[in-house]
């Protein structure tokens, strides 16, 4: 099975633009989650996507959406872009039932960097 | 009530060494425990995961030891190799979401 792809991988962008990011699931997983990385805050949860609905969301201010369609791809939109966003983005699959309902598998992430 | 507390933030291991890296919990709602590695510029990539069930499991050189009662685990790297040169985060999610939870990463260096 192909792995979980994401685009693009890098993307820089200036303060106050907003920046919509792409996630391709494993083929057969329901859920994404997307997470952020940072050298300071490590790997933060942003939220997840189970058949098209957002069942979990972490600590991020409204900036910060996410879509999934029918065939389980994924994206999320970044708007009004800070400096503090650099970060890398990555998107995580996951099964979504069975016995490895919880196991994820994550991408090589988007690389944003804002100036 | 929710973070994970990783040891140490660096580990430096001579080849055939055993590395081990420690995490701690405070959420008793935790019952999933997945170890991922991660080189840079790649995403992590999951190595062995573990439920409450069970105090141990092996799978080739990586070894997870789970102590419910004290709420830690760790992960074992028998027979470190230069190849196994890489950051390595616990994690922790509960049985009602696939929110992970997790620690802040150790740096392990394997000598030649």
């Known amino acids: 099975k192909a792995g979980v792809t994401q685009t693009p991988r890098y993307l820089i962008k200036t303060r106050g633009q907003q920046v919509t990011l792409s996630c391709s699931p494993i083929s057969g997983h329901r859920s994404v989650s997307w997470y952020q990385q940072t050298p300071g805050q490590g790997l933060q949860f942003l939220f997840e996507y189970f058949s098209e609905t957002q069942r979990n969301k972490g600590n991020f201010p409204g900036r910060f959406s996410g879509r999934q369609f029918s065939n389980s791809r994924s994206e999320m939109n970044v708007s009004t872009l800070e400096l503090g966003d650099s970060a890398l983005y990555l998107c995580?699959?996951?099964?979504?039932?069975?016995?490895?309902?919880?196991?994820?598998?994550f991408g090589p992430g988007t690389r944003l960097t804002v100036l | 009530q929710q973070q994970v507390k990783q040891s140490p933030q660096s580990l430096i291991v001579q080849k055939g060494g055993i590395s081990i890296i420690n995490c701690a919990y405070e959420?008793?709602?935790?019952?999933?425990f997945p170890w991922y590695q991660q080189f840079p510029g790649k995403g992590p990539a999951l190595l062995i995961a573990?439920?409450?069930?069970?105090s141990e499991k092996k799978e080739g050189r990586f070894t997870i030891s789970f102590n419910k009662s004290a709420k830690q685990f760790s992960l074992h790297i028998m027979d470190s190799q230069p190849g196994d040169s890489a950051t390595y985060f616990c994690?922790?999610?509960?049985?009602?979401?696939?929110?992970?939870?997790f620690g802040s990463g150790t740096q392990l260096t394997v000598l030649p």
């Open positions: 994690a922790a999610s509960g049985s009602s979401a696939r929110q992970l939870t």
């Open positions: 995580a699959s996951s099964p979504g039932g069975g016995l490895s309902y919880n196991e994820q598998f």
């Open positions: 573990i439920r409450p069930d069970v």
């Open positions: 959420n008793t709602a935790f019952d999933y």
